[in-house]
């Protein structure tokens, strides 16, 4: 669906690596990796991790999230984000999705924090749980910014910290905004199906010194001195490799490119589908500009789960990396003892979602292929 598009100095930089000895988690692409993404997303600071994953759990930590807290989060996303948040020891409240434009739902998470908190003592207490809530963990989903003015608003009004997970959305824009740089610190995935890959990493990007500061402190085993083995604290080794920054490097050369090759293949879908009853197409907020990272359509209102897993593994058979959107996460074992508020929309939209390959590298004439499959497989 997301294959990786290796094609510029990715090969060079990895060689200038190997030639160098400096294959490890320090060295000149890791600091050129970091000083890339920091100005591309205009951020003060930025701190490569080895995954997206990490870069989550280490901007909770920096953030002062401290075991029992609760943080808000969209039930409409990738786990890792919730993994995260019990990574701490605090807890998830799940919030639903906007029933048009998919992304956490700004209107949730005021009604939540309005109608069923409390404050005491300088913090907003949870009145079914009695716990603090002290973050929003709002998840820029498929290439698509949140809308984050409201969300902004809110935590602003509630002293709440604002985590953006962009993973999927480097180089998405919020009037004209980059995500990454709305909320107080933001994290990257540059996984192997992401907008630029290392293969595997991530990146925490913040304005916000002190925090970048012990970021890099705690994905660095919380090393007190360069060369005695003293550590004052319990960190990490979370810290990219110097081959996977080289990558990284080469494909932030490319990024451009990349988006418009994705924005061209969400117009062709767009313009395939337009008009076809039985598909919803991908949204777009018209204050955005996004990356179109995996494009994903609807079935339509009356299908079911099985009618949209049945249409999966048909598209799957006949070649098509097509793919479900998430299942929700409030509803999943490991969650079940977490708050869930008024969800309603994410569970349909994950009924209905399929994702369809999204490739920089996909020709023309696959798509078209794909996009008959689809249309054929429509009218069974
Ligand atoms: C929304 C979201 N958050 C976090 C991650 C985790 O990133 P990583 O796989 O690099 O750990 C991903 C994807 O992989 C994701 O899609």
């Known amino acids: 669906m997301c294959v990786p598009e290796i094609r510029g100095n990715e090969w060079d930089y990895v060689k200038e690596c190997l030639d160098s000895n400096w294959v490890s988690s320090v060295g000149a692409f890791v600091d050129r990796f970091e000083g890339a993404v920091a100005n591309y997303v205009g951020t003060k600071h930025a701190v490569a991790t080895v995954s997206g994953t990490a870069a989550l759990h280490i901007a909770l930590l920096v953030a002062g999230v401290q075991p029992n807290d609760e943080v808000l989060v969209p039930t409409l996303s990738f786990i890792a984000p919730a993994n995260a948040i019990r990574y701490v020891g605090a807890w998830p409240v799940f919030i639903d999705a906007?029933?048009?434009?998919?992304?956490?739902?700004?209107?949730?998470?005021?009604?939540?924090?309005?109608?069923?908190?409390?404050?005491?003592?300088?913090?907003?207490?949870?009145?079914?749980?009695?716990?603090?809530?002290?973050?929003?963990?709002?998840?820029?989903?498929?290439?698509?910014?949140?809308?984050?003015?409201?969300?902004?608003?809110?935590?602003d009004r509630y002293e709440l910290i604002t985590i953006e997970d962009a993973t999927e959305s480097l180089g998405a824009q919020y009037?004209?905004?980059?995500?990454?740089?709305?909320?107080?610190?933001a994290c990257f995935s540059f996984n192997g199906n992401k907008l630029i890959t290392t293969g595997g990493g991530g990146m925490i990007v913040t304005d916000n010194q002190a925090w970048a500061e012990r970021a890099r402190y705690l994905t660095t085993q919380a090393k007190d001195d360069p060369i005695e083995y003293f550590h004052s604290e319990i960190g990490y080794n979370y810290r990219l490799t110097n081959i996977q920054a080289a990558m990284g490097v080469a494909q932030m050369e490319q990024?451009?490119?990349?988006?418009?090759?994705?924005?061209?293949?969400?117009?062709?879908?767009?313009?395939?589908?337009?008009?076809?009853?039985?598909?919803?197409?991908?949204?777009?907020?018209?204050?955005?500009?996004?990356?179109?990272?995996l494009y994903t359509v609807l079935l339509d209102e009356v299908s079911t789960l099985e009618d949209r897993k049945d249409f999966v593994r048909t598209l799957n058979d006949q070649g098509i990396g097509a793919r479900p959107l998430w299942?929700?996460?409030?509803?999943?074992?490991?969650?079940?003892?977490?708050?869930?508020?008024?969800?309603?929309?994410?569970?349909?939209?994950?009924?209905?979602?399929?994702?369809?390959?999204s490739s920089v590298g996909l020709s023309e004439q696959d798509q078209q292929q794909c996009i008959n499959i689809v249309l054929a497989s429509l009218r069974r």
Not at 175 to 185: D, S
Request: aromatic share 6%; charged share 25%.
């Open 327 to 357: 299942h929700t996460l409030h509803d999943l074992p490991p969650y079940a003892d977490s708050q869930a508020f008024q969800i309603e929309n994410g569970i349909r939209l994950y009924e209905r979602g399929i994702s369809l390959p």
């Open 98 to 155: 906007e029933p048009i434009h998919w992304q956490m739902d700004p209107v949730k998470v005021q009604g939540f924090l309005e109608n069923e908190c409390r404050s005491q003592g300088g913090s907003l207490i949870n009145r079914t749980t009695g716990r603090r809530v002290k973050a929003i963990l709002p998840v820029h989903i498929l290439g698509h910014p949140c809308n984050m003015d409201p969300i902004l608003e809110v935590a």
């Open 175 to 185: 009037k004209k905004r980059m995500v990454g740089n709305l909320g107080q610190i």
């Open 255 to 293: 990024i451009e490119n990349f988006i418009k090759r994705k924005t061209k293949i969400a117009r062709i879908y767009e313009e395939a589908f337009r008009g076809i009853e039985a598909i919803t197409l991908m949204p777009t907020r018209t204050c955005t500009t996004p990356v179109h990272w």
